[in-house]
């Protein structure tokens, strides 16, 4: 993974170099899962993306979950979205000793299946 594009996601969520150290190899495990499944983004997206991947191991570090109703969400998002999104979600889960989340796994399909319509154009 780029280290430009890694400062760009510490910078756009303000962490110092030594908190977001930590999650760069998240980072680069989730980029494999990505790679594997040909799923790319845009610069845009792909910040966005990683942004919320670093966000949600803050939230399995700290023990927090979302704290938001099921929305209905998951019928909006494909099959094959979803299943990306659960290896990546699931994969980061383990490393925190902690259950996967569904809400969190919709949350990185939605940026996901955004993704794979933005490549079928």
């Given at each position: 993974m780029e280290q430009n594009f890694l400062e760009?996601?510490?910078?756009?969520?303000?962490?110092?170099?030594?908190?977001?150290?930590?999650?760069t190899e998240n980072a680069a495990e989730v980029e494999k899962i990505l790679e594997e499944n040909n799923v790319?983004?845009?610069?845009?997206?792909?910040?966005v993306f990683y942004s919320h991947?670093?966000?949600?191991c803050q939230?399995?570090?700290a023990k927090e979950k979302l704290n938001v109703t099921n929305s209905g969400f998951e019928e909006e998002v494909s099959k094959e979205a979803y299943g990306i999104s659960s290896k990546i979600i699931t994969m980061l889960s383990e490393k925190y000793g902690t259950e996967a989340d569904d809400l969190e796994i919709i949350l990185a399909a939605i940026q996901i299946q955004l993704a794979l319509e933005f490549q079928n154009q």
């Amino acid at each position: 993974m780029e280290q430009n594009f890694l400062e760009d996601v510490r910078q756009h969520l303000g962490l110092s170099e030594a908190d977001f150290s930590k999650y760069t190899e998240n980072a680069a495990e989730v980029e494999k899962i990505l790679e594997e499944n040909n799923v790319i983004f845009t610069y845009e997206f792909k910040l966005v993306f990683y942004s919320h991947i670093v966000s949600f191991c803050q939230r399995l570090e700290a023990k927090e979950k979302l704290n938001v109703t099921n929305s209905g969400f998951e019928e909006e998002v494909s099959k094959e979205a979803y299943g990306i999104s659960s290896k990546i979600i699931t994969m980061l889960s383990e490393k925190y000793g902690t259950e996967a989340d569904d809400l969190e796994i919709i949350l990185a399909a939605i940026q996901i299946q955004l993704a794979l319509e933005f490549q079928n154009q």
